[in-house]
C-alpha cells in the first residue's frame, strides 16, 4: 500500500517550473490568425427569402374526415408500385397524420406538380384520411401546394 501511495505522490507533484510561470498563450500568425470581430458580429444573411407555402383549406362537401397538413418531405416514392401513377410524400410534419411527426401525402396523377417536389421541399394539402396499403393512415390529397427549396 506504500508503494502505491508514493507513486500516486509522485505522479502529481509536477516541477517548480510548471508552478511559477503562467501557461503560454498562443501568438498571432498567419497560420493562426484571430478571428476578425466584424464577422462574428455579422448576422448570417439569406439569399433568396423563405419560400411561403399555399394554405390549404378542406371544402364543405369532403365531410368531417378531411384534414389540412403541412410538412417536409424526408422521403418521396415517386412511382407507386401499384401502378396507378400517384406519388407518395412522406413528411416531417408537426400535424403527425401517419404517426408521431410524420404525414404521408398520396398525390393522384392528375394533382402532381411538375417538377415532382423532392427531399427538404415544403409541401401542403388538404383531403381526407384513409389507410394506406400497408395500413397507415394517409392523406389522399384533393389540394396539394408546394414551396420548392432553392
Known sequence: MAVGLGVLVFMN?????DKS????????SASNPEPSAELESKPAESKEPEKVLT??????????NCVVASGRVIYEEKVDPDG????HFVTA???SITGP???IFDVRTDLRPDPLPGVGDLVGGAGPVFPGHAGQKQMEVI????AHRE
Open 84 to 87: 396507378d401513377g400517384d406519388a
Open 93 to 95: 410534419s408537426t400535424d
Open 101 to 103: 411527426g410524420i404525414t
Open 55 to 64: 394554405e390549404s383549406t378542406c371544402p364543405s362537401d369532403v365531410g368531417s
Open 143 to 146: 389540394e396539394f401546394h408546394v
Open 21 to 28: 510561470e503562467p501557461p503560454e498563450q498562443p501568438t498571432k
Open 13 to 17: 507533484r509536477g516541477t517548480d517550473e
